[in-house]
T-cell receptor, first 111, second 110 residues
Framework: DAGITQSPRHKVTETGTPVTLRCHQTENHRYMYWYRQDPGHGLRLIHYSYGVKDTDKGEVSDGYSVSRSKTEDFLLTLESATSSQTSVYFC??????????FGDGTRLSIL | GDSVTQMEGPVTLSEEAFLTINCTYTATGYPSLFWYVQYPGEGLQLLLKATKADDKGSNKGFEATYRKETTSFHLEKGSVQVSDSAVYFCALVNFNKFYFGSGTKLNVKP
């Protein structure tokens, strides 16, 4: 299995608080992605990274920021969490035009 | 732009039935195509892939053939098991961008 670790796996927090999710890889892949998965919406891309300090927005980036200071770590931050950001968040990695490999997900509940 | 369309679910089958989940795509150039499977509470796992026209991807009894003339990549299995119950996603990658279908839930009854 591809070496991808997401942390935390579960989190409950309150509206208005900042939240940071971490994705760590041991594969040295160039590309990293954050998705959210919600019933009826499938997978939606939030942000992705194509190298250290190189990131770009996906289709649902509003309210989220990312950072990648090292090849192995890709952080997703909700600056001020809202209930609409309750979701399951998946990190994925890829070596270019190769299959993405996914982490086990973070289940985030915002009350 | 590029996109993937797959059949709506849920699909409910009896054990040992034949499975087809339809997937069609729109893409410029020469995308690679994938099927992923997601079991409850888990992330997506790569099930099979095909990188060029007429390639057949296969794994665990599942097969899909890259049909460029019909822009399709339908997933098939000859005899499903209860353990195949999951959500299946069709996907493509083109110029380092990934596109996923909306997922098809498969329920297999004993």
């Amino acid at each position: 299995d591809a070496g991808i670790t997401q942390s935390p796996r579960h989190k409950v927090t309150e509206t208005g608080t900042p939240v940071t999710l971490r994705c760590h890889q041991t594969e040295n892949h160039r590309y990293m992605y954050w998705y959210r998965q919600d019933p009826g919406h499938g997978l939606r891309l939030i942000h992705y990274s194509y190298g250290v300090k190189d990131t770009d927005k996906g289709e649902v980036s509003d309210g989220y920021s990312v950072s990648r200071s090292k090849t192995e770590d890709f952080l997703l931050t909700l600056e001020s969490a809202t209930s609409s950001q309750t979701s399951v968040y998946f990190c994925a990695i890829s070596a270019g035009d190769q299959p993405q490999h996914f982490g086990d997900g973070t289940r985030l509940s915002i009350l | 732009g590029d996109s993937v369309t797959q059949m709506e679910g849920p699909v409910t089958l009896s054990e040992e039935a034949f499975l087809t989940i339809n997937c069609t795509y729109t893409a410029t150039g020469y995308p690679s195509l994938f099927w992923y499977v997601q079991y409850p509470g888990e992330g997506l796992q790569l099930l099979l892939k095909a990188t060029k026209a007429d390639d057949k991807g296969s794994n665990k009894g599942f097969e899909a053939t890259y049909r460029k003339e019909t822009t399709s990549f339908h997933l098939e299995k000859g005899s499903v098991q209860v353990s195949d119950s999951a959500v299946y996603f069709c996907a493509l990658v083109n110029f380092n961008k990934f596109y996923f279908g909306s997922g098809t839930k498969l329920n297999v009854k004993p």
